[in-house]
């Protein structure tokens, strides 16, 4: 069993930056494809990122590339969210999730999720 706990969320205008993080336990960290979703009211979770577990293969949502980095650190069984370029869009629930496949980009690969983090973007 997996546990998640995401941190880093808030609120912040548009344009500025934001740095999640998700901290993993419980299980073997590299074993795992790490993602990034988000919920916003009255909407659908959506995919944002997703990394391989060796930080090899990162994959985007076409609406955050260029503005989004996922990260991971093994070491410290993290993985990380930047995000610069904020917008009012991007306003949501931000979950971190673990899918053990070498390649997940729908929530139903992932078998665990943590409670999710506000961000905020204000106009």
């Known amino acids: 069993q997996v546990q998640l706990v995401e941190s880093g969320g808030g609120m912040v205008q548009a344009g500025g930056s934001l740095r999640l993080s998700c901290a993993a336990s419980g299980g073997t960290f590299t074993s795992y494809t790490m993602g990034w979703f988000r919920q916003a009211p009255g909407k659908e979770r959506e995919f944002v990122a997703a990394?391989?577990?060796?930080?090899?293969?990162?994959n985007y949502a076409d609406s955050v590339k260029g503005r989004f980095t996922i990260s991971r650190n093994n070491a410290r069984s993290t993985v990380y969210l930047q995000m610069n370029s904020l917008k009012p869009e991007d306003t949501a629930v931000y979950y971190c999730?673990?899918?053990?496949?070498?390649?997940?980009?729908?929530?139903?690969?992932?078998?665990?999720w943590g409670q999710g983090t506000q961000v905020t973007v204000s106009s």
């Open positions: 999730a673990a899918a053990p496949y070498v390649s997940a980009m729908t929530p139903d690969l992932y078998r665990y």
């Open positions: 990394i391989s577990w060796s930080g090899g293969t990162r």
